[in-house]
């Protein structure tokens, strides 16, 4: 949903649905190495990062995927503070992102629909 | 910490050094002792059995046994931990209100919830630069002090959060979004997860080499990858 926000600020559109999922492009300068160092730090392969690191930092330069596991870290603690606590979302972001939660599946991770598939065993 | 990374702010590495040093405790409901077994049974996750096996199964309460690992904490509090380690985006209502019903006082839970995550935060940042977690502090001796913020509200989450009067900030979100009150029913676990976070980022001119979509992206296929709502 932060993507969907900066978009609303800057008047540039990305591909939301990009977000979501493994491939697609969003529409983000340097995407390809973003993704992948993000989702090798979020799957936990180390031996592939360490070397995609170095082949990312001769393209986009060092600093950049530095600030990328930066960013990715940071996110990794976050979301967890969220999906721990149950925080609904801002009144406004609710109001305004409902199209868009549907149309990429981020309503999916809504916490009723989630009690409502996971719960079953419980 | 990262003394190696000359890219990596000195505001970010004092953040992490100081959290650290927190996690060593004494905290409000925790003694530094079980604060730091909190690093330890976060860190394990990964070689337990249960909890890979969990992380698989078609409904993470669709499997039944003993975690791996001796900890100075209780049952309750290590499937606390392991969950919120291994499967954050398939946590549920009915599952938080179990852990309370067992014993978990919800200022309690918000310990250990900023305890988990701060740890995580750091851990996944060394571990992405290719660097050894760090090591595990010595616990600080003293007692829990106790401390809840009595003024907490309920505003739909699980626990009572931090209030604060509703005012939008320049780049549209509220001055103060729900995230940053999640933790508020008790101020030194807001204090040390925040404390931690905010020089990674934030909302409006970001200081980084990414552009702020650029963050922002990265940011939600996180968010997405664990398959998080808000």
Redesign the interface.
Known sequence: ???S??????G?K?NLNA??TPSGH?G????HW??LI??L??T?D?EK??YT?EEASRII????V????????????????????????????EKNTTQMRKDTG?QS???DE??T?????? | MYQKIALITEKLKTAHEDAWNKIAGPGDFFSGEERIEMVRATRDADDCELTITRKNAISPFAVTGEYAGDYLLDSNAVDVIRRIASDPGRLTKTWFAQVIANGLAPEEYVEVVSVVTTSIIIDTLHQALGLAQPLLPKANEGSPRKVLNSEAIEIGAWVPVLDVPSQTADHGLPKVPNIARSLGLVPSALQLFFGTFSPHYSLSNIQSSLSQDQAEFVASRVSAMNECFY
């Not at chain 1, 926000?5 to 800057?10: E, F, V, W, Y």
């Open positions: 949903m932060l993507l926000l900066s978009g609303d600020k800057t540039k990305y977000v979501n969003a983000v300068e340097d995407e973003l993704r993000t989702e730090t979020m936990k180390w990062l360490s690191r330069g060092e600093q950049k530095i600030d990328t596991l930066v960013v990715a870290s940071a996110f990794n603690g976050i979301t967890r503070v969220a999906d721990a606590t149950g925080i609904p979302l801002d009144t406004d972001t981020i991770f809504n916490y989630k009690s598939r996971y719960d079953v065993f419980n």
